[in-house]
C-alpha cells in the first residue's frame, strides 16, 4: 500500500494521511535486497519558474514523475536566498552523514537518485494537505527514484526545513514517525538540528503507537544503516577537563568531555599504551584511575568512540606523586579531597566556587545549602582529614563543605529563589552544621 506521509508546520501538529493504494508493491515481494537503488539524495531548489512535476502512478525521479501529485503542476519557487539554501544544504549533509548516501543539488539526470523538492505551498501538489509543511510517498521498504516535497513554509530556518527534509527523504526509505524528539523523524518540537538516533523508539506523532512497519519500535538510524551501509567515519571530538599535565595523585580522576555528531559509545582510559580497562558510558565522563600505576611519568589517554567504534583520542602526560594531604602536596590553586589534588575554590567551578549548575563545577556537583548559597562541592568519606583546610566533611551528605568562618566563598544567604530546583545532585541539599 501505498501510504501519503505528511510533515506537519512547524507548531508540528499531527496530519497524517492516507490515501488509496495507487501502487501496490514497488518491490515484488521475490526480489531479493541487494542494497538501495541509488546513494544520491538530489535536493532540488526550485526557481522563480518553479519545479514541473508529472502525475503518474509510480515515483520517477529522472522523469519528474510523482505518484503523490494530483495532477501535473508547477511547485512553486523557493523564496529563501542563498544563504538559507547554504545552511539547508550543510543540515542535510550533517544529517545523513553517519551513512553511506551523498547529499547533492545538483541534478543527476538520468542516473536514478532519490529527489526531494523544496519550495511552493501544499496546494502545489494536492488539495488535501493544506497545513502540510512536507509530503512524501512511503510504503514499508525503499521506494526507488522516490520525489519527496518540502514546502516553502518554514521562512529561513534552514534548520526547520532540513527537519522536514531529513523526515521526508527518510519516509521514502520505509521510517515512520517516532516520538523522539531529537530524530528527524517526530513532530515534537525541541532542539534543532536533528540528527537519527540508534535508540529504538516508540512510533507516533503525539501519542505512542505501534510502528506500522516494524510492529514494535523503530530505529531510524539502524535503519538507514542497514539500507545504505556506514558513511566516511566521523569520530567524535574529545577533550581532557582535569587534570592538568604534570603532578597527579594515586586514584585521580579524569574527567572528560567527548560529544559526536551521532553518539558518544563509550570513554575508556588508557595508561601508557595500554587499556586500563576503566570506562565511562554516560556523562559526566569521569574515568578513575585504577591501582597499581607506579610512581613517576606515564601518558595518559581518554579515548572516545562513537557508535560505530570510531575512535578520538586527547592525552596528557602526568607524574604519579604521592598522596596529598589536606594540608600539603596540591599547587597552583588546587585543594586536596580523599589524596587527590583537585580544582580549589580560587578557580573557577573548583571546590567551594559558587555556582548555579553541576555543570559549572569541575567535579560536576552544585549543592544548594539551607540559607540558598550554591557551591561547588566533591564527595568525601566522612573523616576530617578527606577535606582540605577551610573545609569539613559533612556527615550526612559525604561531600566537603566550606566552614563557617573558612570566609573563602560560602557567606551571605543570597537567595536564588526557584532556580534551584533545577539542580542535579540528586536534589542533594545540605544544612550546614552548627560548630559549637
Ligand atoms: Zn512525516
Not at 541534478?107 to 536514478?112: C, N, R, W
Not at 519527496?148 to 522536514?164: E, I, M, P
Not at 567527548?258 to 565522563?285: F, N, Q
Not at 530546583?421 to 542533594?428: D, I, Q
Request: negative net charge; glycine residues 10%.
Amino acid at each position: 500500500m501505498n501510504v501519503l506521509i505528511v510533515a506537519g508546520l512547524v507548531a508540528a501538529m499531527p496530519r497524517g494521511t492516507t490515501v488509496p493504494p495507487v501502487v501496490p508493491s514497488i518491490i515484488p515481494a521475490s526480489t531479493p535486497h541487494v542494497g538501495p537503488s541509488s546513494r544520491i539524495i538530489f535536493m532540488r531548489r526550485c526557481p522563480s519558474s518553479g519545479c514541473l512535476i508529472t502525475a503518474g502512478p509510480i515515483d520517477d525521479s529522472r522523469t519528474n514523475t510523482s505518484s503523490i501529485a494530483e495532477r501535473d503542476t508547477v511547485i512553486g519557487p523557493f523564496s529563501q536566498g542563498d544563504a538559507v539554501w547554504a545552511g539547508l544544504m550543510t543540515c542535510m549533509r550533517a544529517t545523513y552523514a553517519p551513512f553511506d548516501v551523498t547529499i547533492t543539488d545538483v541534478d543527476p539526470g538520468s542516473t536514478p537518485h532519490f529527489e526531494h523538492v523544496v519550495g511552493g505551498q501544499p496546494s502545489d501538489l494536492r488539495s488535501d494537505i493544506p497545513n502540510a509543511g512536507g509530503v512524501a510517498p512511503s510504503t514499508c521498504t525503499e521506494i526507488p527514484n522516490a520525489i519527496t516535497y518540502t514546502f516553502d513554509r518554514y521562512g529561513n530556518s534552514s534548520n526547520y526545513l532540513c527537519w522536514t527534509a531529513a523526515q521526508e527523504t527518510a519516509h521514502a526509505f520505509g521510517l515512520d514517525h517516532e516520538l523522539l524528539p531529537t530524530d528527524p523523524m517526530t513532530y515534537i518540537d525541541g532542539s534543532l538540528p536533528k540528527r537519527f538516533q540508534p535508540e529504538a523508539a516508540s512510533c507516533g506523532e503525539s501519542a505512542p503507537r505501534q510502528c506500522s512497519c516494524t510492529a514494535g519500535k523503530q530505529s531510524s538510524y539502524e535503519t538507514i544503516l542497514a539500507l545504505f551501509g556506514p558513511g566516511a567515519p566521523t569520530p567524535p571530538t574529545v577533550t581532557i577537563r582535569s587534570p592538568d599535565a604534570g603532578l597527579v595523585q594515586p586514584h585521580f580522576v579524569l574527567r572528560v568531555d567527548a560529544m559526536d555528531d551521532v553518539e558518544v559509545a563509550r570513554v575508556e582510559l588508557w595508561i601508557d599504551g595500554a587499556s586500563t580497562g576503566v570506562v565511562a558510558t554516560e556523562t559526566p565522563y569521569r574515568l578513575t584511575a585504577p591501582d597499581g600505576i607506579a610512581a613517576g611519568a606515564h601518558h595518559v589517554e581518554a579515548r572516545a568512540y562513537d557508535i560505530a567504534n570510531t575512535e578520538a583520542i586527547a592525552a596528557i602526560d602526568v607524574e604519579m606523586g604521592p598522596p596529598c594531604t589536606a594540608a600539603a602536596g596540591c599547587t597552583d590553586g588546587d585543594v586536596c579531597v580523599l589524596g587527590v589534588c583537585i580544582a580549589g575554590p580560587s578557580i573557577s567551578g573548583g571546590l567551594g566556587d559558587r555556582c548555579q549548575a553541576n555543570t559549572e563545577c569541575v567535579d560536576d556537583q552544585c549543592v544548594e545549602s539551607a540559607d540558598r548559597t550554591q557551591v561547588c562541592v566533591a564527595a568525601c568519606d566522612g573523616t576530617a582529614a578527606s577535606c582540605p583546610s577551610g573545609f569539613e566533611c559533612l556527615a550526612d551528605a559525604h561531600v566537603c563543605w566550606p566552614t563557617p568562618d573558612a570566609g573563602c566563598c560560602s557567606s551571605g544567604g543570597d537567595p536564588r529563589g526557584p532556580i534551584a530546583l533545577s539542580l542535579g545532585a540528586l536534589a542533594l541539599v545540605v544544612r550546614r552544621r552548627r560548630r559549637s
